[in-house]
């Protein structure tokens, strides 16, 4: 070290380094129990006096001094020693390891921090700087040639040459001209290929237009015996009140159509009895135009309730990220799909009376499991049926009987306790405080509706009478059918989506002009004069 020239010797505090100076003389004496580790800086090996001297000294001194002492003297001195700690972790430098005893001893390196750069008293900026921008390029350098030519003591064969000889001469104009020429030829034929295609795409059109036009023929007579087909069918089996406005309008073009022959052609008392037959029969036709409305009634009601059924029954759907339907039953919707199945085998006919027995049987177990008095009524009810089985009673003799389980199981099936899926289904709320601001009084047939139900115009200030009254008088004294303006409405709502513009108009335009359809009616004002 280049304290021992001066004739001190450093002494550091307790670490690393005071078992590597112990290694480092060690192995100047050539221990041969050591086996070195991989190599380290090179140091300065101490006496074993020197070494004894720092240990002693180095358990009194401070953490952060050390003592010197000068060669060949007793007088010390100290010395202040800073020793910065870094706070990570020194690398593995190599080392020594002791076999007999075991002991390793690292080599340590010590770093101390530059000196700072002094500052000159300018303020420095940076500053970005541009180069020229460098690129490789080949090119094709000259190369020089030479001709052989035939000469004394040298023959060079002509068999490959050509005699070239000066054609006509011509001026700048000519050339020009020339050019001009062949570009009016281009222009010809070019010209020639573009009206042939021009024809051609022309005709190709014409040809499309034809085809389309005749589809469209087609389609629209196709369409019109269908809706033909569809109206006879209407007639023949009506089911929805569009079909009975449509007999019933058609029941009042015959008496027109009949009363004007009448009048036309007879006069005094036999024109009075072709119009008393004639109105006979009018009675006749609507009574069995009211027969057929109560079975489409009856069939309504029946499909209404199953769709209402199956409504409880339908699992919860979601679409996810990739377009895929999932599906999940929860406890309400199984709840709801076994009471579908249970009804739909209750309304069953012309069953085995074991079949019939075993299905009143489970709804008997289905409903004691909540007891009230709607459920003692049933149970009693399928008792009494499977008493009436046990004695041969006969099928016609169980309708009503029957029939009173249907009803008080589909009540049992509409309460909430007991099919808590059905809650959000019903028309009527479960709170009847939430109807008292929604229900107005029909004056006509004194029934208390729902404001859904009245037909309010825009500058109305009373309620007048509900759709259903309005519906009565059309078919009492007008008989007008409003299926064609509905038609109208849905092909008008139709186009109007067509140009996906988000327009939201033409859905109001339908309710305000079926309710204008019903006021113009109801007044006895010409509609069609109005809607023309």
Sequence with gaps: ????????EAVASEGSGAEQSPASS???AGDPAEKPLPPEPARTAQSEKGWDRQSSQNSVLP???ATGTQTGSDSFQEVDVKIERPTYSKPFLGGFRNVSTGVEFHNAGSQTKPPKRPHKGNQLFCKETQTAVEKNKQQQTRNTTSTQMTKIGLYVSNMTDKLITPGKYFTAEEYHKRRLEAVIVLQKYFRRWHAVNLVQNLKEQRRLRLAREAEEELQKKREKEEKLIREYEKKLNPKTKEDFELLYHELELWMREETERINRTLTGAE???ALCALLEEETQLIACIGM???DANLENQQKSILHLLRKCAQPRRWKAFDGKITEMDTQNTLRGKELLEIYRSLTKEDIPKDERTSVLLTVKYTVKEHECKLTQEIVALIDREIDLLSRDVKECNLEGLRKRICTLFLQYIKIPEFNPEVAGLLKVPQDPLTLYKKIYFCHSCENYLPST?????ANSRTIGRCHSCYRLENEARQREAYLKYRLILEDLRKSEVDYQDDSKIVFLVQVLLERALLLI???????????L
């Design 1 to 8: 070290m280049e304290g021992a020239s001066d004739g001190f």
């Design 26 to 28: 060690q192995r100047g």
């Design 521 to 531: 009616v109801s007044s006895g004002f010409d509609y069609m004069s109005f809607i």
């Design 292 to 294: 057929h409305k109560l």
């Design 271 to 273: 024109r009075k009895a």
């Design 453 to 457: 139900e009245f037909p309010v115009a």
């Design 63 to 65: 953490k952060n001094t």
